[in-house]
């Protein structure tokens, strides 16, 4: 077996060297996240993960350096999983992840997610999602108003898979970045 030498000296996260490919990353958003940081620290775009709004209600302070959230409520259902912004136009974008081979199921996506990604379009931002097939080891970025115009048409709980082939952009998986998104967004939203 050949060895990698990687530029750090170590595997980037979620990497197995000589592992299996389907195994390699430790989930859909640790792959766009791991992106991000990438394309952050050079120079390419600026996309951060959104914190859940949380209202801590309970602490236990056993001392100073050991304190421990004991509970917590979400405030609000949160929006998207990302956003930022990329040659000036905000991006605002939801990353779903499923082992269903069929289809993507309607229930994924929540209706104040659609509400706010129809009100990004509005607003002239880019909103999209990130879906992965993960048993079919296929990640696809698609524009959001595609996704929600077929959720509402569509008389099934779930959008076939091979819509996405159609309608989707299949994203290349690499070292850096660990999920090339930026590449399907300038193809979706930047081509002259």
Known sequence: ??????????????????????SRGQGLETDIND???WYRENGKCLVYKK???????????PSRQRARITEAYYKTPSTTDYNGVYKGRYLDFE??????IRGFPL????????????QVARHGGIGF???????????????????I???????????PAAWFDTNGVLLQESLYPRLAWLAAVDQLYFQT
């Not at 097939?133 to 595609?146: H, Y």
């Open 1 to 22: 077996m050949n060895k990698i030498g990687y530029p750090q000296g170590s595997a980037p996260s979620g990497i197995t060297p000589g592992g299996n490919p389907a």
């Open 95 to 100: 990353a779903k992840e499923t082992k269903n």
């Open 35 to 37: 992106s991000n940081i």
């Open 107 to 118: 229930s994924m996506v929540h209706p104040h997610q659609i509400r706010h990604l129809e």
């Open 51 to 61: 914190p859940t709004p949380v209202q801590v209600v309970r602490v236990d302070y």
């Open 129 to 147: 999602f990130i879906i992965r097939f993960s048993s079919l080891q296929k990640t696809f970025l698609v524009d959001a108003m595609a996704l």
């Open 149 to 159: 115009r077929e959720m509402k048409a569509c008389q099934h709980s779930s959008i």
